[in-house]
């Protein structure tokens, strides 16, 4: 199975904290991707990094990739309460851009 | 951009019943379809894909079934009921950068 897995499950900080995310996966990747999901919500994408790659950035999202390990991290710096979420990782590596998703880390800010 | 809908929201139903959830796409054409299944607290189980009018595969062996009749319409449906299969169930399509997915809002069914 492709399935990855988050680390932690569960995650609280406070406002202004930086957080840090992480997923492991089984099997060789097209590209690693992250999600996020609001309580009882669709998912919305937040960042794609191929298989070449090894970091990348988006406003205060960083994501690093290692493909030896088979591992990626998502950090979010500065966090706001708004951020509170679940965050998943998903990995692409068979046909027809199917993802396999982890079990997703549950992040929760505090103001 | 794309946009999904979805229908019902949430949806009640006793063991044994029929199921129509219905996912409508906009904003692009031939995209892939997928369906998800989300139990509580977990993370997401792919269904069925579609990439075409009428062609449905199926990722796990399961009561529910799918169909696309139309370029933008996926339809998962079932004849019967189980109480294992509530959970929350989205519905999503590739973009114009085709690996990301878009998700509609999804359906929240529980069968009692």
């Known amino acids: 199975s492709q399935q990855g897995e988050e680390d932690p499950q569960a995650l609280s900080i406070q406002e202004g904290e930086n957080a840090t995310m992480n997923c492991s996966y089984k099997?060789?990747?097209?590209?690693l991707q992250w999600y996020r999901q609001n309580s009882g919500r669709g998912l919305v994408h937040l960042i794609l990094?191929?298989?070449?790659?090894r970091e990348k950035h988006s406003g205060r999202l960083r994501v690093t990739l290692d493909t030896s390990k088979k591992s990626s991290s998502l950090l979010i710096t500065a966090s706001r309460a708004a951020d509170t979420a679940s965050y998943f990782c998903?990995?692409?590596?068979?046909?027809?851009?199917?993802?396999?998703f982890g079990k997703g880390t549950l992040l929760t800010v505090n103001p | 951009s794309q946009t999904i809908h979805q229908w019902p929201a949430t949806l009640v139903q006793p063991v044994g019943s029929p199921l129509s959830l219905e996912c409508t796409v906009e904003?692009?054409?031939?995209?892939?379809l997928y369906w998800y299944r989300q139990a509580a607290g977990r993370g997401l189980q792919l269904l069925f894909y579609?990439?075409?009018?009428?062609?449905i595969s199926s990722e796990v062996p399961q009561n529910l079934s799918a169909s696309r009749p139309q370029d933008r319409q996926f339809i998962l449906s079932s004849k019967k009921l189980l109480l294992s299969d509530s959970g929350f169930y989205l519905c999503?399509?590739?973009?114009?950068?085709?690996?990301?997915?878009?998700f509609g809002p999804g359906t929240r069914l529980l069968v009692l």
């Open positions: 998903a990995n692409s590596g068979g046909s027809n851009y199917k993802l396999t």
């Open positions: 099997t060789s990747i097209n590209n």
């Open positions: 990094i191929r298989s070449n790659e």
């Open positions: 904003g692009t054409s031939n995209p892939n």
């Open positions: 579609s990439v075409g009018i009428g062609q």
């Open positions: 999503a399509c590739t973009g114009g950068e085709e690996e990301t997915q878009y």
